[in-house]
């Protein structure tokens, strides 16, 4: 079973900076695309942040350019989060969306098409 697990979500202060982990789990290998995702309280879940499977493609949103940075490697993506402001208040989540391979006894491999989500991380931005 695919799982994902964020980690890094807190109280900061406007200007500071977070990180935040998503480790994913229960796969052979996966070339997926990984997101992050934010839902503030009262609103729907959005974009933040999406890298493409062989890193090549990169979108942020229009209000976290040039102050969040996703990466992926090894089965861990981050969120760096810098310049933090009161609107980046949310619960985030990471998404992972493409072909799993998982290895079955006798050295076979199967493959499933998943989007899986993370169970997500608070970070608040308060003074």
């Known amino acids: 079973q695919v799982q994902l697990v964020e980690s890094g979500g807190g109280l900061v202060q406007p200007g500071g900076s977070l990180k935040l982990s998503c480790a994913a789990s229960?796969?052979?290998?996966?070339?997926?695309?990984m997101s992050w995702f934010r839902q503030a309280p009262g609103k729907e879940r959005a974009l933040v942040a999406t890298?493409?499977?062989?890193?090549?493609r990169i979108t942020y949103a229009d209000s976290v350019k040039g102050r969040f940075t996703i990466s992926n490697k090894e089965n861990l993506a981050e969120l760096q989060m810098t310049n933090l402001k009161p609107g980046d208040t949310a619960v985030y989540y990471c998404n992972a969306d493409g072909v799993f391979y998982f290895s079955e006894p006798g050295g076979a491999v199967r493959w499933k098409q998943l989007e899986v989500w993370g169970q997500g991380t608070l970070v608040t931005v308060s003074s």
């Open positions: 890298m493409s499977s062989n890193g090549e």
């Open positions: 229960g796969f052979t290998s996966s070339p997926v695309d």
